[in-house]
């Protein structure tokens, strides 16, 4: 069973492009083309310098935007989170901005920093923070009370207290909420580039969506989501790493 399990992801993936190759075999529709000229594109485009010169500044976008959401979102959720009388005042605005559309924060950051690298990794940064804060606070939240009390008892350190009480119970939270800001953070950049940029895979789309290169179109989205699961699949391992660093279970806690 567990064999199967491992192997089943791989055979439905398989059995889905069998399928989507086949159907679109004999396909004569421009905006849908043949599976096969999908890949002939993917190898043209993506196996050659456009993907040093339009994948890597849409990967190193994501990454440092993801690097500041994670910087900003678990100081202010630990602050938010330890201070139990700031959550108050601070839990509605929270809420309120992580409803919002994420793309919304591209016009008046647009304005704001002009439309250079700056501006797209502020935007995916703005966007990606809010998941990563509200489960950094709930996280905190979670300590149990005896355990905290425990801290301030035995009048531990702050970074005592953060190490080896809050960090325990705050860790898988935190990097659930790093989960659920990754495609978040893709479907942003994406859009920052399709309006603003001279290179990236959203610049890529929208000069060949607007040229009627719909084989190459198809070919980045195709590479937007092999981008996507590779980073939800290192999110994933840095995750386990981390709870088993600093988990409440972890082994070296």
Request: proline share 6%.
């Amino acid at each position: 069973m567990k064999v199967l399990s491992k192997v089943s992801p791989l055979l439905v993936s398989a059995a889905a492009i069998a399928i989507w190759w086949a159907l679109s075999a004999s396909s004569t529709s421009l905006y849908f083309p043949p599976l096969e000229n999908i890949v002939v594109a993917f190898r043209d485009n993506w196996l050659s310098t456009n993907l040093v010169d339009q994948a890597i500044p849409s990967v190193l976008r994501i990454l440092l935007g993801m690097a500041l959401a994670i910087l900003i979102g678990v100081v202010a959720g630990v602050v938010v989170g330890m201070f139990r009388k700031v959550e108050p005042f601070a839990r509605p605005e929270l809420e309120f901005m992580r409803a919002l559309p994420p793309i919304l924060v591209i016009p008046p950051l647009l304005l704001v920093l002009g439309t250079g690298d700056l501006m797209k990794i502020a935007v995916i940064a703005a966007s990606a923070v809010w998941p990563i804060l509200l489960a950094t606070t709930d996280g905190v939240r979670a300590v149990e009370p005896v355990r905290a009390d425990m801290g301030l008892a035995f009048r531990l350190p702050w970074g005592a207290r953060m190490r080896w009480i809050v960090l325990p119970t705050a860790v898988p939270h935190i990097w659930s909420g790093v989960r659920a800001a990754v495609p978040i953070a893709i479907v942003v950049m994406v859009a920052a580039e399709y309006y603003s940029s001279v290179n990236g895979i959203g610049y890529f789309i929208s000069r060949t969506s607007t040229t009627f290169r719909l084989d190459e179109m198809w070919s980045a989205i195709l590479l937007l989501g092999f981008l996507g699961v590779l980073l939800n699949s290192c999110v994933a391992l840095v995750g386990h790493w981390l709870d088993r660093k600093y988990g409440e279970f972890g082994i070296d806690a």
